[in-house]
């Protein structure tokens, strides 16, 4: 799916319900094309709409672009500390933005996208 220009966008979510606190921990694999030297993908991990206290604006993971036509798989992991039980959401945002002041149109791809979350319980 194409990736929105600068302000981030919703690329995949899951609800799950926590039974006991925990910590989560979250792994986001994907493959990223159509990136070229100018440009670069931020990846931002969330929970319950932030990420860990982080504004949403704020992302965790950035990766620059090479050739237009390489296609590259990558793994991202982060973790949540002591998550309380109940329902909870995690989410991950990208987006495209140049590096510099280059002009041109702004484009990157990421197909692929397996979202993996592991809640582990904290001891009493």
């Given at each position: 799916q194409p990736i929105p220009h600068a302000v981030g966008a919703l690329v995949v979510g899951v609800l799950l319900e926590v039974e006991a606190r925990s910590h989560l921990l979250v792994y986001f694999s994907?493959?990223?094309?159509?990136?070229?030297?100018?440009e670069r993908v931020q990846v931002n991990p969330q929970l319950d709409g932030t990420a860990g206290g982080t504004a949403?604006?704020?992302f965790d993971w950035l990766f620059t672009g090479g050739n237009f036509n390489?296609?590259?798989?990558?793994?991202?992991?982060?973790s949540f500390p002591d998550v309380e039980a109940?329902?909870?959401t995690v989410d991950i945002y990208a987006a495209v933005s140049r590096k510099g002041q280059v002009s041109g149109q702004l484009h990157a791809d990421l197909a692929d996208c397996v979202?993996?979350?592991?809640?582990i319980p904290v001891a009493p």
């Open positions: 994907f493959e990223l094309a159509g990136l070229d030297v100018y949403a604006a704020d390489d296609v590259t798989s990558s793994t991202v992991m982060s109940g329902p909870h979202l993996t979350v592991f809640a």
